[in-house]
């Protein structure tokens, strides 16, 4: 090859790398519109009541978050089968926690149950709900990561607007209570409280410590294991049962070849069970 062919070879090179660039850059997209909250976003956002779902408040301007948990988790039970309670250890309880805690353990030596209040269909609650043999999806949005538990399909929403808890003497309890998270550095920061009383309990399967309306739970989230995993601290106080924090740290797996499905925790589907029903297996 001559020298002038050479230079004909290399200037058409050239050419056609400057052609693949330019046809490989996309033509610039005109900025979104600024969204443009509507009257009625205006008045709900006036009265503080403004949905984690408004668009309004989904369009805020925030600083992004450092990880986003969207997807379906499981605990980590690769060390300990079961790494899914929360004791023990177990902290100091108040005589009365105590008493329910003696007589589960001595009618589970008895190969009984003591007050299955999840056999027969009361919410696990938290913290148990994050815990169970059963997937947990969760969907995180700039203003809300909505929680929904394969075990029963209960629904827990931690709400990231900056929304403050709702005054206690007006609060509605429920098993999950009212969940309100801020980001921390690298970590998101779950304050609880708002709980129900009655048929809450922090352990089972025959450590039976229940739990009060005063349960306050904070939770400190942080992605793992290059994000294939979700460690969550958690620091527990209840007044009426233990004394001082009761401390526990789970990991749960991300799960990617499988979905939760609907369940639905109906009565008389275990109304055939020795563990719900029958005078000689449960001790209400």
Known sequence: MTSLMRIRVAAAAAALSLAVAGCSTAPSQPAAPAYTPTEAEIEAEKAGILSALAPAN????????????????????????????????????????????????????????????????????????????????????????????????????????GRKHTDLDVIVRTWNGESIGTWEGNELVVDTIG????????DQDGAAIPAGEKLHIVERFRMVNEGKQLEIEYTMTDPDNWEGEWKSTKRFNRVVDADIQEVSCLPDLNEHLQSTTSKTQVFQ
């Open 58 to 161: 989904l369009n805020k301007a925030r600083p992004a978050p450092p990880f986003d948990v969207t997807s379906n988790w499981f605990i980590d039970v690769s060390q300990n089968p079961m790494a899914w309670h929360f004791g023990p250890p177990y902290p100091k309880l108040t005589a009365a926690a105590q008493k329910e805690f003696d007589t589960s353990n001595k009618y589970r030596a008895e190969g009984k149950v003591y007050k299955d209040d999840i056999g027969q269909c009361w919410p696990a609650g938290l913290p148990l709900i994050m815990t169970r043999y059963w997937q947990m999806a969760m969907i995180q949005k700039p203003t809300a990561i909505y929680m929904i538990s394969g075990f029963m399909n209960s629904v827990r929403i931690i709400y990231l607007d």
């Open 195 to 202: 709980f129900r009383g009655d048929h809450h309990w922090m």
